[in-house]
């Protein structure tokens, strides 16, 4: 498996965008941020408004995920340059392995590639939100290094 991070082509975020709006809204939904009559709605103003120029927005990194061994592409990775004049961080805020290629080493081999970009990009961090209910990307993400910072909670009162 030898996973490079490409920029994604005009095609490339038509897809992504068509899957990432209903993933966003399925998992705010779940999250029990938002219902289920509003959820695409505001999925969709979410992203118009953090991609006002689309793939080409300043300070935003639109990745295909690519398996360079079998000439696959296997997800997307979405990140955002956050530049100050003392530091440099990148705050992922999608990252989508299709189903078919979960839990085998690339999403951990994504992980790897970013840090490898963000090392040249003179970046210090990368930090990320997870949904709380998303078990599977909390283990990637503690395998790989990452720590919590901020834990949110609530209690539905029925």
Not at 107 to 133: C, P, R, W
Request: aromatic content about 14%; proline content about 1%.
């Amino acid at each position: 498996m030898t996973i490079t991070l490409k920029e994604m082509t005009a095609t490339d975020y038509e897809k992504y965008l068509s899957f990432a709006i209903k993933d966003y809204a399925k998992d705010k939904i779940t999250a029990g941020t938002w219902n289920e009559e509003e959820a695409i709605s505001l999925a969709t103003k979410s992203f118009s408004e953090l991609l006002p120029s689309g793939k080409d927005t300043k300070n935003e990194y639109l990745y295909s995920i690519e398996d360079d061994s079998v000439d696959k592409k296997v997800g997307f990775l979405w990140v955002h340059l956050n530049k100050t004049l003392y530091d440099s961080k990148l705050f992922i805020y999608d990252f989508i392995v299709f189903e078919e290629y979960r839990k085998i080493g690339y999403g951990k081999q994504t992980i790897y590639s970013l840090v490898e970009k963000a090392k040249k990009m003179n970046v210090s961090q990368i930090d990320l939100h997870v949904f709380a209910h998303n078990k599977g990307a909390i283990h990637l993400y503690e395998q790989t290094g990452f720590i919590a910072t901020d834990i949110s909670m609530s209690k539905q009162i029925k």
